[in-house]
Nanobody, 123 residues
Framework: QVQLVESGGGSVQAGGSLRLSCTAS?????MAWFRQAPGKEREGVAA???????TYLGSVKGRFTASQDNAKNTLFLQMNSLKPEDTAKYYC????????????????????WGQGTQVTVSS
């Protein structure tokens, strides 16, 4: 069993930046960030494979960057140029499956989930 713990959420003004972190208690191969805003479905934001390959949601491309420290089983999400529509609870997810390219943003592909961290962007 893998436990995921997110940190780094908070409140910022539009145009600001935040960096989320997610630490896994065990070894994982593919990790991802999802988000869910009130009244909306959960959506994949960014995924990263063990080889560093990434997939991004179209609306965050160029603004968000996913990275990882494999030695520390830690996933990061650097979020720049934040917009009010980025406001959501952000969840870390992981799976012990190797994706050699285009790691998925489909939540059904992941079986380990964190509790989430809130990100609020004000205009």
């Amino acid at each position: 069993q893998v436990q995921l713990v997110e940190s780094g959420g908070g409140s910022v003004q539009a145009g600001g930046s935040l960096r989320l972190s997610c630490t896994a208690s065990g070894h994982t191969w593919t990790m991802a960030w999802f988000r869910q805003a009130p009244g909306k479905e959960r959506e994949g934001v960014a995924a990263i494979g063990r080889d560093g390959s990434t997939t991004y949601l179209g609306s965050v491309k160029g603004r968000f960057t996913a990275s990882q420290d494999n030695a520390k089983n830690t996933l990061f999400l650097q979020m720049n140029s934040l917009k009010p529509e980025d406001t959501a609870k952000y969840y870390c997810a992981a799976v012990r499956t190797i994706w050699t390219r285009s790691p998925p943003l489909d939540q059904t592909a992941y079986n380990y989930w964190g509790q989430g961290t809130q990100v609020t962007v004000s205009s």
